[in-house]
């Protein structure tokens, strides 16, 4: 009796309106419709949810961990692209 | 080259770093969690059994959907905690398998009978206690993808704890027979709850390694204090007795005194022979050869409609 194990899924969850998907784990499900169903059981049992996505974790393309430091280096010294970098007088207050 | 790997890799363990699946890690460190996360996963499902039993017995439909509930989220901590476990590079099928096979271990625990209704209410109370004092700290797990899965089981857990202690409250505030009951569960369920800690720190080999990996915080009698301490106000509550002779304050210590743990019933269970292993295991076998024709017909449904699907768009290009 030998049987194909059901393809592996990535589970994503918006929580509410307004906000994105969340990446929140994985299942297994033989179709896309399975997927979407069974993660609705397994993942949104307490309401945790108003919609759903499901990615076959085949199609999931990811950076390299090993090449995080010479990947993410590029802005790494560019301070100059945040606000505190520019040094302005007090009196201005908000901006 | 081995070596500073070995080094970096504690060093931002020490830094409380999360190591995620993608990331080198120790080979040792891959198969401690294996093993854990995917025995933790087969206690949740086997975890399943003895409380199942009661489901068509439940006293009433209130009690009836709460233990439906507990059941389908044992359930589904099963699936969050496979689905950690397999980011470690094995296939969910290789894990049942070990666990089909006996090689893979579950919790002791669900290798003891639920004789009465107020075993429901015991085991909410004292084996979910007795797993969230395990679990809490667990969500700080230096795997990133294990520590994720208890935050979702931690947050399910208040639920189970406090619809069993509701079980036990009513019954102890019931007729004579009723409370009788749930002292009878609680004597039963105490002991073995206590041997959920695992072994004395003493004689417990891997506990270094595992704390230095930051994989465990606490040690598994600093747990199964906790557990005691937190316990027998709960107990007064309900106006029961845990059944330990040895119990008692011990105000230089700040924490109870308690007995000697039966070692002996506890690695005999262990080893398979408690009085329900052969029948918890037999109840995954089945379900799992059972279920084969529908996992074949469900994999046959999807290549059908997607073949289907794709002459459909071949006809239509054409």
New interface residues.
Partial sequence: ?S????P?WEVFIRAKQGLNHKH?????A??VK?AIENAR???T??MEGVSIWVVESKNLH?S???EQEEFFDPANDKIYRHPTFYILPEELNHM | MEINLEEAFQKRIDEEIKIEPRDWMPEKYRKTLLRQISQHAHSEIVGMLPEGNWITRAPNLRRKVALLAKVQDEAGHGLYLYSAAETLGMTRDEMLAELHSGKAKYSSIFNYPTLTWADMGAIGWLVDGAAIMNQVPLCRASYGPYARAMVRVCKEESFHQRQGYEIMLTLCQGTPEQKAMAQDALNRWWWPSMMMFGPNDDNSPNSAQSTKWKIKRFSNDELRQKFVDVSVPQAEILGITIPDADLKWNEARGHYDFGVINWDEFNQVVAGNGPCNKQRLKARVDAWENGAWVREAAVAYAEKREKRKQNTENTNAA
Avoid at chain 1, 3 to 6: A, F, G, V, Y
Avoid at chain 1, 24 to 28: A, D, E, R, W
């Fill in positions: 009796m049987n194909k194990e059901w592996l929140v784990g994985s299942l297994h033989a179709d399975m059981d397994v993942y049992r307490r990811a390299e961990p090993s």
